[in-house]
């Protein structure tokens, strides 16, 4: 699942270090969206080196959140507190 399988991402030059970009885009995107529910500002993600999960934090409260595309049986691969909670910031940002 992690590793890139020669599609038309990857003839393109999309796929980096290996890992397949189509998953990482629609992961990218889920997570997006799960944080602007919550009133968060995502930062960019990093990449945790030699595994394949990337995390990021929102640069308004902190919290962190997670993807992975490889993960273990029972665990998800978008997961972290910043998909639980609304950010801190975002109520007083306004006023």
């Given at each position: 699942?992690?590793?890139?399988?020669n599609?038309?991402?990857?003839?393109?030059?999309?796929?980096?270090?290996?890992?397949?970009?189509?998953e990482?885009?629609?992961?990218?995107e889920q997570?997006?969206?799960?944080?602007?529910?919550?009133?968060?500002?995502?930062?960019p993600?990093?990449?945790?080196?030699?595994?394949?999960?990337?995390?990021?934090?929102?640069?308004?409260?902190?919290?962190?959140?997670m993807?992975?595309?490889?993960?273990?049986?029972?665990?998800?691969?978008i997961?972290?507190?910043?998909?639980?909670?609304?950010?801190?910031?975002?109520?007083?940002?306004?006023?």
């Amino acid at each position: 699942m992690t590793t890139c399988r020669n599609c038309v991402a990857q003839l393109l030059g999309a796929c980096d270090g290996d890992y397949c970009h189509a998953e990482r885009v629609g992961l990218i995107e889920q997570v997006e969206r799960l944080a602007a529910d919550r009133g968060h500002t995502l930062s960019p993600f990093e990449k945790t080196k030699g595994h394949p999960l990337w995390t990021a934090h929102c640069e308004v409260c902190g919290l962190q959140v997670m993807y992975t595309l490889d993960p273990e049986p029972g665990v998800m691969a978008i997961h972290g507190d910043l998909i639980e909670s609304d950010c801190s910031g975002a109520l007083s940002g306004g006023l």
